[in-house]
């Protein structure tokens, strides 16, 4: 995706310009924007939610946008189409209507034109006339990229389609343009070929899935419902990640601090990422792939403790240069991972003055039960310099 914002004939006006490639035809893209139960799926300018979409995609006709804002304040987009060509032009009006000032203002001007790359690809080209001035064309940029990143998940295949993961894997996909710039930039493009050719496979080898059930860690990489990517860290027995077969493994989910960040991004975007890493024997594993959420006894019993599960299929598996990897030498397993000793007490932290009105009745009634003391802050900041949360 690349922008840029340029000045208009009247020098006064702004116009922003997103150039996106979608894996999807042109004739899908198209309906996405012009289907109200498409568009209540992508086109939300922040964190809240469209409530429903009225729209009439003919020249002349309109369309109403009714949304709501995190903290429930509501907001509105509107306007008319003035040019439909059907599968490849829409030009529209373009109005705001809520709490955000900066997208407040005279009506403006939404071109979008596809252009298909083949039968299963297009590129989308964004124009967005007649801003203010550079302050609102920023933040109409950043407002698009977080839709057309929506829009682009919500045009892949459900994770359990074949579709979503071919046959061979994402290989040949595996670098954009942005990665090939910076390759020709550095004169790696043959180095990166070769590793894509000999290092990167679609299933699990005999050495990944030894590797994986060593480990007592992984880092858990998902996309939120703004775009933003967020890393977590998972960690339990040796071997608590379990690969089911050469195309799959299984994460548990133990009680946490019930944002349930992970988990949540993950059902609503199941594309995922996790990096594997020894620190006593410098080594890493990276593997990309489809999660989806498991809270069936059945999938559960093997999982001691853990609430739900992420059941990854793998699209992408890879070792990493260890090069920068610090020695690191492992003390203890954590007291708190199932079948350890202090594995059924409740978090230290739910225990702080400032939160333990707030924690789950489960949680509560043991910190009752047990008679256990509310901690201040104060002492809980000691605790944890001590090491003894």
């Known amino acids: 995706m690349t922008g840029t914002g340029a000045s208009g004939a009247d020098g006064g006006s702004v116009a922003l310009v997103l150039v996106r490639r979608l894996n999807a035809p042109a004739g899908l893209i198209f309906s996405a924007w012009t289907e109200p139960k498409w568009l ?32 429930g304040t509501a907001y509105q987009l509107s306007g008319s189409y003035i040019e439909i060509v059907p599968e490849r032009r829409i030009v529209a009006s373009w109005c705001y209507e809520g709490a955000a000032a900066g997208l407040r203002g005279p009506p403006t001007r939404v071109e979008v034109d596809l252009r298909p790359l083949g039968a299963d690809a297009c590129e989308l080209t964004l124009t967005h006339g007649e801003l203010s001035g550079e302050e ?54 043959r180095l990166a070929n070769r590793l894509r050719k000999v290092a ?51 994460l548990p989910s133990y009680d946490g601090n019930g944002m349930y960040l992970s988990a949540g991004n993950a059902a609503a975007n199941a594309k995922v990422g996790l990096l594997f890493i020894d620190f006593e024997r410098p080594h890493r594993l990276r593997i990309h792939g489809s999660a989806r959420l498991a809270r069936d006894e ?24 260890p090069r920068y990897v610090h020695r690191y030498r492992r003390l203890e397993t954590s007291p708190f991972v199932p079948g350890e000793a202090r594995a059924g007490e409740v978090a230290p932290w739910k225990n702080l003055d400032i939160v333990r009105d707030d924690i789950p009745a489960r949680d509560r009634r043991r910190l009752d039960e047990a008679g256990t003391a509310p901690l201040t802050r104060e002492e809980y900041l000691a605790r944890l310099k001590q090491g003894k949360t």
Not at 137 to 159: E, G, K, Q, Y
Not at 160 to 183: I, V
Not at 222 to 245: E, N, Q
């Open 136 to 189: 609102a064309a920023s933040l109409h940029r950043n407002v698009w990229t977080i839709c057309l990143d929506r829009l682009a998940w919500s045009l892949a295949p459900a994770p359990d389609e074949s579709a979503f993961r071919p046959k061979l894997g994402a290989l040949a996909e595996l670098y954009g343009d942005q990665h090939r710039l910076l390759q020709d930039a550095f004169d790696s493009r």
């Open 200 to 250: 990167v496979t679609s299933t699990l080898t005999p050495d990944h899935k030894a590797f994986i059930a060593a480990q007592d860690m992984v880092f858990l990489s998902t996309i939120d419902h703004r775009g933003f990517p967020t890393c977590s860290y998972k960690g339990g027995a040796p071997g608590f990640v379990r690969v089911l077969d050469d195309e799959t493994l299984a």
């Open 298 to 321: 059945a999938e559960l019993a093997v999982f001691p403790g853990a609430e739900l599960a992420l059941v990854v299929k793998v699209y992408e598996a890879f070792v990493n240069c």
């Open 40 to 71: 209540v799926r992508w086109l939300v300018p922040g964190a809240g939610a469209l409530r429903e979409a009225v729209i009439d995609p003919r020249p002349g006709g309109a369309y109403r946008l009714d949304g709501v804002d995190p903290d």
